[in-house]
């Protein structure tokens, strides 16, 4: 697995990623990529299987985890593709994902996760996310629940501006690296912010 987690709120979304990557052959990358701003609206994270993720976002992604060039879709659009790979796999039942859609909807901030557990097919899911008010935010943990907790305490300790938030997901990778082998201390950070 991998970890990728976001905050959406009336302001902005943020999306953080690590960027380590292991290969079936047992080499680990350090510099990957697994973030990705598709346009001025749309942000994709992956987590899981890069395998899958790249089924999964074949639409916007080379098979080098390039992005295919200019993507004039809107996250409606973005949620329609991906949601049809989604069925695609989750028929298929041997594929693992976590990963995340998120954007501006032309009226706010929202996102999808995008779950697929090979091991308990009964727990793949797609989840909405979005602010209930406008002064709520939602965070998105797509990894380990104990990277959840730590980012919420790094908010916390931060505040839930764009650098604090940055703050925290740094945190989060230090304290992560202790219990999860899959991830580094490489940080990448996407930022859409509301329109004017």
Not at 45 to 73: A, H, R, V, W
């Amino acid at each position: 697995m991998s970890l990728v987690q976001a905050v959406i709120c009336d302001e902005f979304v943020f999306v953080a990623g690590e960027q380590q990557l292991k290969l079936n052959s047992g080499a680990v990358l350090h510099n990957f990529r697994k973030i990705f701003r598709l346009n001025d609206n749309v942000i994709i994270g992956l987590s899981g299987s890069m395998d899958d993720n790249y089924y999964l976002f074949q639409d916007y992604l080379t098979i080098d985890f390039e992005l295919k060039g200019d993507c004039p879709d809107s996250l409606a659009e973005v949620y329609d593709k991906v949601g049809v790979r989604y069925r695609e796999m989750t028929e298929q039942g041997e594929c693992d994902v976590f990963s995340l859609v998120c954007g501006w909807n032309g009226f706010g901030f929202e996102g999808k996760t995008f779950y697929i557990n090979s091991q308990f097919g009964e727990e793949s899911r797609i989840t909405d996310v979005r602010p209930e008010h406008e002064k709520d935010a939602k965070l998105i943990s797509c990894g380990d629940n104990r990277h959840y907790d730590n980012f919420l305490a790094g908010v916390y300790k931060y505040g839930a501006e764009v650098y604090g938030l940055q703050k925290a997901f740094r945190d989060t990778l230090a304290q992560g690296v202790m219990f999860d082998e899959f991830i580094n201390k490489n940080a990448q950070f996407e930022v859409i912010r509301k329109p004017v």
